[in-house]
């Protein structure tokens, strides 16, 4: 019975596409349902290149395609890191950072690695703006611990100084919390597109 | 510490490497006559080149170049009942591919005269 065929065939489709369409989370909607329509109208063309749509054709459209796992992680990695790469405000690079960290241990190391380095720029910066509503109090601090050790402190400035604490750098905080701050952000963002160009480079060969 | 360093697979790796440099100016390349739909694109590259392509390659290879502004898609009803996404070089794309083609050729010249001297000594 064609009919019967045909709509295994259907299945076979649907099944692959269901499950590609799971392992591409993290894209968004739009894209996903782009890939997908797109892949089912490359499998129909050639599965159907002999006439009728087969359970032989589709199954060997399906093996030339590659798993959905590894077809989905090509498209998502691509289409994240490229978005990454193209894009330098901090905000797209955590975004396409955090999407590549479930996708990956690799992302996620250098997700954590991102934001830490994000926070304390972005500490160093407010530091040296709060200096200026808390002359006292916020700078950089040299605080004597119990065990007769001393911790180095950010110091935003609300609250009392530290019993017993050194500022270190002065109004200097100033120039070079904004100046260093701003450098972290900037040499942070180099690292994560670093990182995803060579993460790229060694795993989105092609399957020889 | 990468593994793998017996010659086999250092050498499949780098030829690996290769063709998936050249794939991007492939495709440009491919779509410099006009647009085409994936599955034209893959039986361009194989029956214009001696290119082993994978599908499963070059189908995010294309999304990713449309991202990068090189090629825009449209999609357009067929008689096969079933619409296909067709693909064309932007403005950008068309310059690029110019630009990779003439890289390709310079590079391609400088290294024809350091491997001559390899065929004559088959």
Redesign the interface.
């Known amino acids: 019975m064609p009919m019967a065929i045909e709509n295994d065939a259907q299945q076979l489709i649907d099944a692959y596409l269901k499950s590609l369409r799971t392992k591409l989370r993290g894209l968004n909607r739009d894209d996903i349902n782009e890939i997908v329509e797109e892949l089912r109208s490359h499998i129909q063309d050639k599965a159907a290149s002999s006439g009728e749509l087969t359970v032989a054709g589709v199954t060997a459209a399906l093996a030339a395609l590659g798993t959905p796992e590894a077809l989905a992680r090509e498209y998502a990695t691509d289409a994240l890191l490229a978005r990454a790469e193209f894009s330098r405000s901090p905000l797209r690079v955590l975004d396409s950072l955090f999407r590549w960290a479930s996708l990956s241990a690799a992302g996620f190391l250098v997700l954590v690695s991102t934001v830490a380095g994000y926070f304390l720029g972005g500490s160093f910066m407010w530091c040296a703006v709060l200096k200026l509503v808390h002359p006292h109090t916020a700078g950089l601090w040299l605080i004597p611990l119990s065990d007769g050790g001393f911790a180095v402190s950010l110091r935003m400035g609300f609250g009392s100084p530290p019993i017993d604490g050194r500022e270190l750098l002065g109004w200097w905080i100033l120039p070079l919390g904004l100046i260093g701050g701003c450098a972290l952000v900037v040499l942070t963002t180099r690292f994560a597109l670093w990182s995803a160009r060579q993460y790229r480079r060694s795993h989105l060969l092609p399957q020889a | 510490m990468k593994e793998g360093d017996r010659d086999g697979e250092v050498a ?2 780098w ?3 290769l ?2 440099g050249c ?1 991007e100016l492939a495709i440009l390349a491919a779509l410099w006559g006009g647009k085409l ?3 034209e694109i893959l039986r361009r590259l194989e029956s214009d080149s001696d290119l082993i ?5 070059v ?3 294309l ?2 170049l449309k ?2 502004g090189l090629v825009r898609s449209e999609w357009v009803e067929s008689d ?1 009942g ?4 067709y693909y064309a070089l932007t403005a950008a794309g068309k310059h690029r591919a110019v630009e990779m083609a003439a890289t390709w050729a310079r590079f391609s010249s400088s290294m024809g005269k350091l491997l001559a001297p390899l065929g004559k000594g088959r």
């Not at chain 2, 392509?53 to 390659?57: D, F, R, Y």
């Not at chain 2, 079933?82 to 996404?85: D, E, G, I, L, V």
């Open positions: 499949d790796k030829e690996v490497q063709r998936k794939l739909y994936g599955l392509v994978s599908e499963g390659t189908y995010p290879l999304s990713r991202t990068l096969s079933h619409p296909r996404k």
